[in-house]
């Protein structure tokens, strides 16, 4: 094929297959999470069979992709066209993202004091007497009706002050994403150098770090949900807290995923060269927004 | 491996594959392009059925035909259906099909992941249709899916629907970032930004307020998961949560939703109003600025349809000011259209109808828009009939009507055969005629008071809902004609020339009738 020529790839299977993988995978789930607490329910399994034929099918994809780069398929347009889709799909989870952390806003600046007789919007509530007792303080300490209620604020997930910083897990947790995303960065430093030693070393970290932050977001959880009292079902807060840092979680481990697969790539297949890394590069990416996404969670959800 | 690989030189300008597969395993963007039209037309024909049920259930006072709690199903799949299963499908088709030649590229830019976009699709509406079959019935909610009527009231079904959103998201999500990629790096040298076809424009513009709002209900439709199933708060006052949030986030991705469904129509327009007045196009520059300023108008619109939800005064004056700010860029575009008619040679063939119709009856659309943004009037409006009146002649006469032109405009070149012109101008007078019979009396019932979303109403409402039923049954059938005009067309019919209309310009224009498999291997000349 002359470099002239457009590049136009053959018909694909993958497309469809992954599209009856997601349809096993929302179906499975739907039932699945219909049936919660109904023992005699198997849904469960065709959510197993929709992720296994959405993985199996993914790795066939990406595969198929990589070989005919490596063949010299690709012409320059195609990379470009796999820059600006990668940079608009990271423009599509920001605005996911935006949709939790306006939530969040909202309540904290409207929904919250409204309901405690606060403001112009208040008076009403405040006159029947709607939600007597409740007040507005952020962590919401009990709910509006005072049907849950969890432990102290000095003890929920909000900035401790200077002097306990350091026992505090999110400020530890901040220290290992921010410092994940300087060792990315130094990976792929490495690589535009032609140091694939350096690459795979700082790539390594990069993938250490990504567990370690799962790991102890995961203690963080458990110490909400066994010592604090703080679960999902804690009200405003804890569906809050939850779902931001949850979310936020979910894509901390595709990105690591992601980074895990493109050290694979690079120590077992040797992939990557100095001015050919797209892959690495788009992950890459992925993983500077996931912690741009938290230093915004630390920001807003922890401390103010 | 290696065969993978060495197809890709031999296959490479063939034609179509045989059978099945080649609608199944297509990279085409003409084949996708032509199953997103075809699924479009079948979702048209089916969410159009449920309005007949819902006409006919109006055509009297009384409870006729069907029970309330399938009454509120039918109008919720009614709007659902034609939102995502319609128009969005429709438009995306339209863009598969043209703007790969408009901009005189080969392909899609991720032409695999283009495919993927579309067969998501089918099995979405496969699932949110199943629902009528399950336990408790179909979402029953209304397509806006207010909570808490879309989450403590609602029925079983309601995962089943969440979670078909996710993934018409993820289609509209990719389908919107190929079509941006496409634009953005695969124009023919030469073909510069200011020198894009107005459909082109609009498609950007519209492909990137879905990546933007796509999300947004993804999340809307998730924080109602977690709600229900979960234990979660952010819908439930007893919670500290408030039911006003939903209504917020929903809107913010629904207004620019509505601009997704009118930008790609005025691109429609703009070519069809040039073509048939045999005249360059009015004000082509100030056409994309107004686009532009409609699409980032459209994110901060969006509390206009909570007027009256009680908001803070300031609130309400600045969504009131914002919201007939948009009048101004849309004055600019039928002040724009009705100037390229001006000392035009006009003819009046089937497309240049339908677009004069979608001139006249969506500004009608946009006058009846401006009433319900003031504030004060919009509590009186709020949930009428009025409301149901003004957003189905935007959407009916309005993007519809522009799919129908974009047909009949583009069909020759698609098929190679030309449509017979007779039966194209009486579906066009029979839908006209239809639409405004059944829309314009809805105007009337608003104003008088009538609630929307009810299967029976008070005695004194009965004529016009009368009048209104008689004209839905008319445009229903005539839709049926329509796709016996357009089975005829691909069948068989007068061969077309290249250039099909003697106003028409554009590189579309300049390849053969019906369009090669592959229209350009190697970049265009541009002059």
Redesign the interface.
């Known amino acids: 094929m002359s470099t002239q020529n457009y590049y136009v790839p053959d018909q694909s299977r993958f497309p469809i297959f992954i599209a009856f993988s997601l349809f096993l995978l929302v179906m499975g789930a739907s039932s699945t999470i219909n049936n919660l607490g109904n023992a005699e329910s198997n849904s469960v399994y065709i959510l197993y069979i929709g992720f296994a034929c959405l993985f199996t099918t993914l790795f066939f994809w990406f595969r198929q992709v990589i070989q005919e780069h490596i063949a010299g398929l690709d012409s320059n347009q195609l990379k470009t066209s796999y820059v600006y889709g990668m940079a608009w799909f990271i423009f599509s989870e920001v605005m996911f993202f935006a949709a939790f952390f306006g939530a969040l806003f909202y309540v904290r600046t409207f929904a919250v004091p409204w309901l405690a007789g606060e403001g112009e919007k208040g008076v009403g509530v405040a006159a029947i007497e709607l939600w007597k007792g409740f007040e507005s303080t952020w962590p919401v300490i009990s709910t509006p009706d005072q049907g849950v209620s969890y432990e102290l604020a000095d003890k929920s997930m909000a900035w401790p002050g200077w002097g306990h910083a350091l026992e505090w897990l999110p400020m530890w947790n901040t220290i290992v994403l921010l410092s994940s995303s300087v060792t990315v960065h130094f990976a792929h430093l490495g690589l535009k150098n032609g140091n694939k030693k350096q690459f795979n070393l700082f790539l390594g970290i990069t993938v250490s770090l990504a567990l370690i932050f799962v790991g102890l977001q995961a203690a963080e959880y458990y110490e909400a949900y066994a010592h604090y009292g703080l679960t999902l079902n804690s009200g405003i807060y804890g569906s809050t807290f939850f779902m931001l840092t949850g979310f936020h979680g979910f894509h901390v481990m595709m990105g690591g995923i992601m980074l895990a697969i493109m050290l694979a790539r690079s120590v077992f297949a040797g992939h990557f060269e100095v001015h050919d890394h797209f892959g690495f590069e788009a992950a890459s990416w992925y993983w500077h927004f996931v912690d741009v996404v938290w230093v915004m969670l630390f920001l807003f959800v922890y401390i103010l | 491996?290696s065969a993978?690989?060495e197809?890709?030189?031999e296959?490479?300008h063939h034609g179509p594959?045989k059978g099945l597969?080649?609608w199944?395993?297509?990279?085409?963007h003409k084949d996708i392009g032509t199953l997103y039209l075809w699924f479009s037309f079948a979702m048209f024909l089916i969410g159009g059925a449920m309005a007949m049920v819902i006409r006919a259930e109006l055509f009297q006072p009384g409870m006729q035909i069907i029970e309330p709690e399938f009454y509120n199903q039918m109008i919720t799949l009614h709007g659902l259906i034609m939102i995502f299963g319609g128009v969005m499908p429709a438009f995306v088709g339209l863009a598969n099909w043209l703007v790969p030649m408009m901009i005189g590229?080969?392909?899609m830019?991720?032409?695999?992941?283009n495919?993927?976009s579309f067969?998501?699709l089918p099995?979405a509406f496969?699932?949110l249709l199943s629902s009528l079959f399950m336990e408790g019935g179909a979402p029953n909610f209304g397509w806006t899916f207010y909570a808490p009527l879309s989450t403590t009231y609602a029925p079983?079904s309601v995962?089943?629907f969440?979670?078909?959103v996710?993934?018409m998201g993820?289609s509209s999500?990719m389908g919107?970032?190929?079509i941006?990629?496409?634009i953005?790096?695969?124009r023919a040298p030469g073909v510069g930004l200011m020198k894009m076809p107005l459909f082109v424009w609009s498609w950007l513009i519209t492909a990137y307020l879905l990546?933007?709002?796509?999300?947004?209900l993804?999340?809307?439709v998730?924080?109602m998961?977690?709600d229900i199933?979960?234990?979660?708060?952010?819908f439930n006052?007893?919670?500290?949560?408030?039911p006003?949030?939903f209504q917020?986030?929903f809107w913010?991705f629904g207004h620019p939703e509505v601009y997704i469904m009118i930008l790609p129509a005025f691109g429609i327009v703009s070519h069809i109003i040039e073509t048939f007045s045999r005249k360059q196009l009015f004000g082509y520059a100030s056409m994309v600025w107004a686009m532009l300023s409609i699409a980032i108008l459209s994110f901060v619109v969006w509390a206009h349809h909570m007027f009256t939800v009680?908001l803070?005064l300031a609130a309400e004056l600045f969504f009131m000011w914002a919201t007939m700010l948009i009048a101004v860029p849309t004055g600019v575009k039928v002040f724009n259209w009705i100037a390229t008619m001006f000392r035009g040679s006009i003819t009046f063939e089937t497309p240049m109808l339908f677009a004069i119709a979608f001139v006249v009856l969506f500004t009608m659309g946009g006058f009846s828009g401006l009433m319900l943004a003031i504030t004060p009037a919009d509590f009186q409006y709020h949930d009428t009939y009025f409301v149901v009146a003004h957003f189905h002649y935007v959407l009916v006469p309005g993007a519809i009507f522009s799919i129908m032109a974009a047909v009949y405009y583009w069909i020759p070149k698609w098929t190679g055969n030309m449509y017979d012109e007779r039966l194209g101008k009486l579906h066009f007078w029979l839908s006209f005629i239809g639409v405004n019979v059944t829309f314009f009396p809805q105007h009337f019932i608003g104003l008088a008071g009538m609630p929307r979303r009810v299967p029976d109403y008070a005695l004194q409402f009965a004529d016009w809902n009368m009048v209104s039923s008689v004209g839905a049954f008319l445009f229903g059938l005539s839709q049926v004609f329509f796709l016996f005009i357009v089975i005829k067309t691909v069948m068989g019919g007068k061969k077309a020339t290249d250039q099909v209309w003697e106003g028409a310009r554009g590189l579309e224009w300049t390849v053969a009738s019906p369009a090669p498999y592959?229209t350009?291997?190697?970049?265009p000349k541009i002059d």
């Open positions: 491996m993978v690989i197809n890709h030189h296959d490479h594959a597969s080649r199944l395993y297509t990279t085409n590229a080969p392909d830019a991720l032409p695999r992941m495919n993927l067969w998501i099995f496969f699932i079983p995962t089943f969440i979670f078909s996710h993934i993820a999500i919107a970032i190929n941006v990629v496409t953005m790096n695969m990546i933007a709002v796509m999300p947004v993804a999340g809307a998730t924080m998961l977690m199933h979960f234990g979660t708060s952010f006052a007893a919670g500290g949560g408030d006003v949030l917020h986030i913010f009680g803070p592959h350009f291997t190697t970049p």
